[in-house]
Structures are given as C-alpha cells and as structure tokens.
C-alpha cells in the first residue's frame, strides 16, 4: 500500500515485476496471482481473472457475456527496477520525463540478497 492506494506487486517467471491496482473492478475486492507462468490475476469474490495488462480475461460465472464490450480493465502502473529498489510511476508521464534519484556509487559497493 503506498498513499493509502493498494497495489499488487509480483514478479513473473521471466522476472518481470508487475504492478496493478489491487481492486477487482467488478466488487473492489483486492485480487492475487493465480498462475505465475500465465500472468493471471484472479479475484476470490466472483473469480473475474484479468491479465498482467489489467485486462478482464474471463467471468466463470457468466461465460455468454461479451467481454469485449464490458471494456473493463484495472490500472496498470509503469514500474523501473533500479539499485535493487523498484520504482511505481503513478503517473504516465512521469517515466518519459523523469529518472529516480541515482545513488552516489563512489566508495559505496552495491550487495543484493
């Protein structure tokens, strides 16, 4: 949780890091990785399941509907992993015009677990 907004943060099995707003767009439920390998995201409440993009994928409990047409998706963040912290852009133009703060490296040696 960072600003009292949740965020659901995983890397997959290409270690990548995901970050996405953790309410599930149907009942604001806070969602969890289902399948690591596939990126799927699943919501406990009614099982809505959603990409690594944010985008829905399925609603096991009404499969007539047209998922295409409901355009419901989640926020998805842009993230940078840097000096072994990982960076959330909150805002979209904030990648483009702006790097985080740079550790000074001179007389410093940089150990990650």
């Known amino acids: 949780m960072m600003y009292s907004f949740p965020f ?17 767009a149907h009942k604001r439920a806070p969602l969890h990785v289902s399948d690591y390998k596939a990126n799927v995201l699943t919501c406990p ?23 295409q047409k409901l355009n419901c998706s989640l926020n998805k963040f842009e993230i940078l992993e840097q000096d072994g912290f990982v960076w959330i852009y909150l805002d979209d133009s904030q990648k483009a015009n702006s790097k985080p703060y740079q550790l000074e490296t001179q007389n410093w040696d940089a150990i990650f677990l």
Do not use: F, Q, T
Not at 55 to 67: A, N
């Open 8 to 24: 659901l943060l995983w890397r997959d099995d290409n270690d990548n890091i995901h970050a996405i707003a953790n309410v599930c």
């Open 45 to 67: 409440y009614h099982g809505w399941k959603y990409n690594s993009k944010g985008c829905l994928e399925e609603i096991p409990s009404s499969p007539h509907i047209d998922i």
